[in-house]
Each structure stands twice: as structure tokens, then as C-alpha cells.
């Protein structure tokens, strides 16, 4: 994908839309809320199957989120305010894009960012939308989870994405398992990591570091396990394959602490079987 200025995107955008918009602004009235999280939602339109705008979910005043947290004053004085959740999206997105030409960027494991637009909800990121091959928003792994229809190559995906994660040393912020989905695009089926990209340490450790992201790489893959095995307790959950509660059911047990010699054999036997 190309990142696009914000005038040649507005240029472009109107052309489709058939609509003036170089006041640099889009009504969502008529788009669907396809996706939505604690910070954000998401709108995609029949219209542009390519494209999602994504925009805080609650907004005040200078896009701020209403908060009721005792660090809300000091937050006030943060620049971005709560778009700071975009700026690391684009600013992972420049990274990882800066390193390929037009012929491989596709091989990246997070969407493309094609720019910003207002709306009525304040600030929108426009990105690429992620799809099946039939042309339908691609399935979370908590949807899939959720539906009975997790499977054992699934678990093995994740395995695959982390380590394309550190590979290419992209940095991610958050874990949930509805930010990960399983498409067929490209003619087999793949994970891609569509929300929680970016640093989000003040100190950019695991932006400058390789070996310390690959450590929180590491320690967000677990907790990704661990959600997927939460959520194959949820009571709305369907049964999925046998195989999927057999791995992640030693994730919902309490963890003892090991001695040292103990322990050992375990985290060496784990490391290689991954």
C-alpha cells in the first residue's frame, strides 16, 4: 500500500464518492459500524470494499477520552491527546513500509494506511481493509473462537505471525484476540494483525531494541493463548476442534513458581517445540 498525503487522498476519495470533499471532510451516515473496540470504531461501506475509517469511539474536547482515571489530568497535557493510538499505528506502518517496494509490501502482516479524513465523529484513519477472497470481512480469532470453528492450524498461525513480527521487527501494543484475523486473499489462509500496532513505551524500548521486542513478542503470544483459551470458556462459545482445548487449556491453570533447575528442561523443551 501507498501512503497518501492527505490532499491527494481527499482528491481521490472525492473522485470515487462523485462527491466535492476538498474540505477534507466524509459523512458516515451511511456506512456500517462493522467493528468496535474500547477506543475505537470502525465503518466500512459497500461502495470502497477496499477501505476502512476507523474513529474514536468517545470523544471530548481536543480528542480527549472521557476517563474517569486519576491520571486524566496529566493525560490532558499529552500531545495527540487520544489519537496518540493512531499516531503509533502510522508511525509502525512508515517503518515497516520504508523497508520494501511496491512489488513486496503486500507480504506485510498489518493492513496499509492510506491517510486521515475528518468526520462528524472528529478524525478518521482510513486503512486498508482486510478481506476473505469472496470479498467479506475476514473472521477474528475470537469470532472464530466464538463460532466452534478454531482449529489446530490456526494455533500453529499464530506461531507463524509472532515470528514474522520479529523477523521484520514490528512492534505490537496490544494482544486482544479480536485484532487478529485469518484471511485467504492470497489464495491460502494466513493471520494478519489488523489493530495494536505501534510503540506505546515513552522510551521506544522495543521500537530500537530486537531482542527486547522479541521478548514482549514472546510474552504477548502467551497472552494471546490465554485469551483464546478464555474464550473457549465462554458460555456463548461453541465446541471447537478437541486438539485446540487440549493446547490451551494448561493456559487457564494457576502457574507455580519453579525453581530455577526445575524449570529449565520445560522452558527449553517449549522454546523448541515453537
Not at 501512503?3 to 458516515?28: A, Q, Y
Not at 486498508?128 to 500453529?156: C, F, S, V
Not at 496490544?174 to 506505546?200: Q, W
Amino acid at each position: 500500500m501507498i501512503f497518501l498525503n492527505r490532499r491527494c487522498f481527499v482528491t481521490k476519495l472525492s473522485h470515487l464518492m462523485g462527491e466535492d470533499m476538498f474540505d477534507g471532510k466524509i459523512s458516515l451516515s451511511d456506512w456500517h459500524q462493522c467493528a468496535g473496540g474500547h477506543q475505537r470504531c470502525v465503518f466500512e461501506h459497500d461502495l470502497y470494499p477496499n477501505i476502512l475509517v476507523k474513529v474514536l469511539r468517545i470523544r471530548g474536547n481536543s480528542g480527549e477520552r472521557q476517563s474517569t482515571r486519576m491520571l486524566r489530568f496529566i493525560d490532558r497535557f499529552k500531545r495527540f491527546g487520544a489519537y496518540r493510538t493512531f499516531r503509533r499505528e502510522v508511525d509502525e506502518f512508515i517503518e515497516q513500509a520504508r523497508k520494501f517496494t511496491l512489488s513486496d509490501t503486500a507480504d506485510l502482516p498489518i493492513p496499509g494506511v492510506l491517510g486521515f479524513v475528518q468526520t462528524e465523529h472528529g478524525l478518521g484513519l482510513v486503512v486498508e481493509k482486510i478481506t476473505m477472497a469472496n470479498g467479506q470481512l475476514a473472521p477474528t480469532l475470537r469470532d472464530l473462537a466464538l463460532a466452534g470453528r478454531l482449529t489446530a492450524r490456526h494455533l500453529a498461525m499464530i506461531d507463524e505471525l509472532f515470528e514474522r513480527c520479529r523477523r521484520l521487527h514490528i512492534v505490537l501494543m496490544d494482544c486482544n484476540a479480536g485484532n487478529f484475523v485469518v484471511t485467504d486473499r492470497r489464495g491460502f489462509e494466513e493471520l494478519m494483525c489488523i489493530d495494536g500496532t505501534g510503540e506505546k513505551s515513552p522510551l521506544r524500548i522495543f521500537a530500537l531494541s530486537r531482542r527486547a521486542n522479541g521478548f514482549r513478542l514472546r510474552q504477548m503470544r502467551e497472552k494471546l493463548f490465554l485469551k483464546l483459551a478464555r474464550t473457549l470458556n465462554d458460555p456463548a462459545a461453541l465446541p471447537n476442534e478437541g486438539h485446540v482445548h487440549t493446547v490451551l487449556e494448561p493456559y487457564l491453570r494457576p502457574k507455580r513458581r519453579l525453581h530455577a533447575v526445575e524449570g529449565v528442561p520445560d522452558a527449553l523443551n517449549v522454546s523448541r517445540a515453537s
